[in-house]
């Protein structure tokens, strides 16, 4: 079975420039979970009968937004966190809007997991929503990631807007403290870990050079200087099931690169 997470960056512009479609050719994911997808069902002109839909959009227009999309259908699907983990960490609107209204998660459950796809909120150049996710945010998922485990393991994946180790940027040194890199924000990634769940890239590869994301600017993707901050993560007791995991640098369309994992079905 095999598993796949891509920060689209606009689900409507990686169609419009053809890429979606090699990519679903190419790969034919059993899953797929998209983030960033900056539309509401129907917005976009996507023709693939052999796969269910379910979509978490932001209540603002063009903005935020995760999918879901599945070869075979889920038990039961939940958009957003379990019922009251969004009001028992005081997740409520700031400067930037609601984040438990963004369109940031959905959990779907199958015969013997859950996959929860996320995008993280990002903490902003001056910091200015660190807080939000480091005393609210994180701690929420986490509870929801807890509460799917009690009935059966979990594989979450996403945009998680941090680098979690020097290894997982090009440029560690001088992004340390900045957005992406704050050891608040590593902290909320190893606390993640520490509670039980791996991260499945590292199970099969290890050291630097290895990125999802790259900036815009000085021809970062060519020459490779970004950042690891799309993950797969997993409950510790699929380890055995979980055979391959990839970054996929080669698909275009995005300012993200997809990740995949492969699982023993």
């Known amino acids: 079975m095999k598993l796949y997470s891509w920060n689209v960056n606009g689900i ?13 050719a190419e790969h034919q994911p059993d899953i797929l979970c998209m983030q960033e997808t900056k539309a509401k069902e ?3 002109e996507i023709d693939l ?6 979509w978490n959009s932001a209540d603002k227009a063009g903005y935020s937004g995760t ?9 039961t699907v939940i958009n957003g966190f379990v019922d009251g983990i969004a009001e028992q960490y005081g997740l409520v609107a700031d400067g930037y809007g609601d984040p438990a209204r963004e369109g940031r998660v959905i959990s779907a459950e199958f015969d013997d997991f859950w996959v929860v796809t996320v995008y993280t909120p990002n903490s902003k150049g001056d910091l200015s929503r660190l807080g939000l996710r480091d005393s609210q945010w994180d701690p929420a998922f986490l509870a929801h990631v807890k ?6 393991p979990v594989i979450f ?4 807007n941090a680098a979690h180790t020097e290894l997982d940027l090009a440029n560690p040194k001088p992004n340390r403290g900045k957005a992406g890199f704050t050891d608040e924000e590593r902290k909320g990634i190893q606390n993640i870990i520490d509670h039980g769940f791996i991260d499945t890239f590292r199970l099969f590869t290890e050291g630097n050079g290895h990125y999802t994301w790259w900036s815009h600017f000085a021809k970062s993707r060519e020459r490779n200087v970004g ?11 699929l380890t055995d099931r979980i055979t391959d995991a990839k970054i996929h640098a080669d698909v275009m369309g995005s300012d993200h690169c997809p990740v995949s994992i492969e699982l023993i079905d």
């Open 227 to 237: 950042w690891r901050i799309d993950y797969f993560l997993a409950s510790s007791s």
């Open 42 to 44: 129907g917005q976009a």
């Open 147 to 152: 509460e799917l485990e009690k009935s059966k």
């Open 49 to 54: 009968p052999d796969y269910h839909e379910y």
């Open 12 to 24: 409507r512009a990686v169609i419009k420039k053809g890429t979606f479609q090699s990519f679903i």
């Open 157 to 160: 994946c996403g945009d998680l």
């Open 67 to 75: 999918a879901i999309f599945s070869k075979k259908k889920p038990h």
